[in-house]
């Protein structure tokens, strides 16, 4: 049973999109498990550069099956517009799959987004405004339209009459305009015909392929402080991009996971509201963000950004049960003579080693700082530990030592060239 899970370890926006994508080149399926087009996984390779919303990255490697599960919600313009654009670029691409069990998302979701959030007034939640949250609201609250129903031209008209009227009567509360049903569903009915023959029942499909020994891939979005349950709540997203949420949103069950590799970058960064104990709100910060070009995929907002957290880290191993590390963007942090690492909170007087679930109280923490050697040396063409300077290195070291989980896989640059491979063993068993 080759299993991988691959989760961001911190914030999101940790480079998911291009390890998925190194090592999808093992892979047979790639199975995208939560979330929806409030995500962006960019993947850079032979010159051309690749932005996926919904679609798992896995999807440029010919031999690959690309499933978007039942624990993501589908939004069926951007996905058709994402398909469509990745055809006109590569004309060999995996095969694409959705589960039957998906939500999809519709005009009145993202609506309800926009104003909802502008009913927060100063406490906004910082949404990307794509009708996820909505979208997830209906699921638990058992309104959504799944994928199945979707493409079942005898049932979609129906059950989007019938959810069409009570979402009007939300909207005319919150003081948005009333949705017309028909040339809603004259518009989605040709989205649903377009994507009829991707849905189906990939619960079984990816469940076959385990028992015949394929290697399969679980592409996690957004990151580990972004989960509904164990996030900086109300921070946070509307599904459990977790390394459990993989068991969530695909069939399969926990025993059948085999590798969880935990990305994260070299330093922090976070998008939207939310505590940040290791912020830079301050030139160093400005630095971070243009080296490493913190802009959303999704949003094109400017992402927050500090120094790393190994309280973070040290958490995320625990809570995804790791088996090893990709750090990622570790190039980004030439050319800084100094770098700071927190390696624990101060509050009220206590030194605390883990990261509070009171948000509350993870706003008022201070980081204790350990500084460290940085490096001058342009590292974006080292292809082994032995290229990276003994600084460098040392970072690395202590990264492990700190959070007692090894490294994996070492990314210098956006190419999917740029990476070193230090432990093979620990991707595929």
Not at 13 to 38: M, P, Q, T
Not at 62 to 88: I, R
Not at 158 to 185: D, Q, T
Request: hydrophobic share 40%; proline share 5%.
């Amino acid at each position: 049973m080759p299993t991988l899970v691959i989760v961001g370890a911190q914030w999101g926006d940790e480079a998911k999109g291009k390890i998925v994508d190194v090592l999808a080149d093992g892979a047979d399926v790639v199975v995208r498990y939560s979330g929806g087009n409030n995500a962006g996984h960019t993947v850079i390779t032979g010159g051309q550069t690749f932005k996926f919303h919904l679609i798992p990255a896995g999807i440029l490697h010919p031999q690959v099956t690309a499933v978007l599960g039942s624990g993501m919600v589908v939004c069926p313009k951007s996905l058709l517009d994402e398909w469509d654009t990745a055809c006109a670029m590569r004309s060999e691409l995996g095969a694409l799959k959705i589960s039957s069990g998906a939500h999809v998302v519709f005009p009145y979701h993202k609506s309800l987004d926009v104003l909802e959030e502008a009913a927060r007034g100063h406490n906004k939640i910082g949404t990307t405004s794509r009708g996820i949250g909505p979208a997830f609201q209906d699921k638990v609250g058992r309104f959504g339209i799944r994928m199945g129903e979707f493409v079942d031209p005898e049932v979609f008209p129906v059950r989007l009459e019938e959810v069409l009227e009570y979402k009007n009567r939300l909207l005319s509360m919150l003081g948005g305009e009333a949705i017309e049903f028909k040339p809603l569903l004259d518009e989605y009915s040709s989205y649903a015909s377009a994507l009829r023959g991707f849905v189906g029942d990939s619960e079984s499909f990816v469940a076959d392929a385990l028992d015949a020994g394929k290697r399969i891939m679980f592409e996690g979005a957004q990151g580990t402080f972004l989960d509904l349950d164990s996030g900086t709540y109300p921070y946070v997203t509307s599904s459990h991009p977790v390394a459990g949420g993989a068991c969530l949103g695909t069939g399969i069950g926990p025993r059948a996971i085999d590798q969880v590799l935990g990305v994260c970058k070299a330093y922090t960064t976070r998008v939207g509201a939310g505590p940040f104990p290791t912020e830079l709100d301050n030139e160093i910060g400005d630095k971070i963000r243009e080296r490493g070009q913190e802009f959303g995929t999704t949003t094109g907002r400017g992402r927050r950004c500090g120094w790393l957290d190994l309280n973070l880290l040290r958490r995320s191993a625990s809570l995804n049960s790791l088996s090893g590390w990709v750090v990622t963007r570790l190039d980004v942090l030439s050319g800084f003579e100094r770098l700071h690492v927190c390696t624990g909170y101060q509050w009220n007087g206590r030194t605390l080693n883990t990261v509070p679930q009171d948000t509350f109280l993870l706003s008022q923490v201070e980081p204790d700082y350990k500084t460290v050697p940085g490096w001058d040396a342009d590292i974006t063409g080292a292809r082994s530990l032995a290229d990276l300077p003994t600084a460098a290195r040392d970072y690395l070291n202590l990264i492990e030592e700190e959070t007692r989980t090894p490294i994996c896989i070492v990314s210098v640059g956006p190419d999917r060239q740029q990476t070193i491979l230090l432990r093979e063993d620990l991707i595929w068993t």
